[in-house]
């Protein structure tokens, strides 16, 4: 059974940062483009940033300069390291990965984590 397991959200003030990491069972975790994702309540769900197996990185325009996305293909695990974190980026925030290396959708999903910016 696929398996991508999110940890590291939680509460923070404006200004401080969190890392999400999202552990991934698909083998090899090389071959699959990881992205992080999220929903705040009453919204669509939007793409953060994405990262190909190679390392090629994109990021949405509203978190350019604050968040990282970075990945370790030997712990099979992927990152997404968000600073000067703001009231707006709450959300439940998502890893998802696919094989494609540009996926228009992607076909594995993890749980979710909260993450709440507090003003």
């Known amino acids: 059974q696929v398996q991508l397991v999110e940890s590291g959200g939680g509460l923070v003030q404006a200004g401080g940062s969190l890392r999400l990491s999202c552990a991934v069972s698909?083998?090899?975790?090389?071959?699959?483009?990881m992205g992080w994702f999220r929903q705040a309540p009453g919204k669509q769900r939007e793409l953060v940033a994405r990262i190909t197996g190679g390392g090629g990185t994109n990021y949405a325009d509203s978190v350019k300069g604050r968040f990282t996305i970075s990945r370790d293909n030997t712990k099979n695990t992927g990152y997404l390291q968000m600073n000067s974190l703001k009231p707006e980026d709450t959300a439940v925030y998502y890893c998802?990965?696919?094989?494609?290396?540009?996926?228009?959708?992607?076909?594995?999903w993890g749980q979710g984590t909260q993450v709440t910016v507090s003003s």
């Open positions: 698909l083998r090899p975790f090389s071959a699959y483009t």
């Open positions: 998802a990965a696919d094989r494609t290396w540009v996926p228009k959708e992607y076909h594995y």
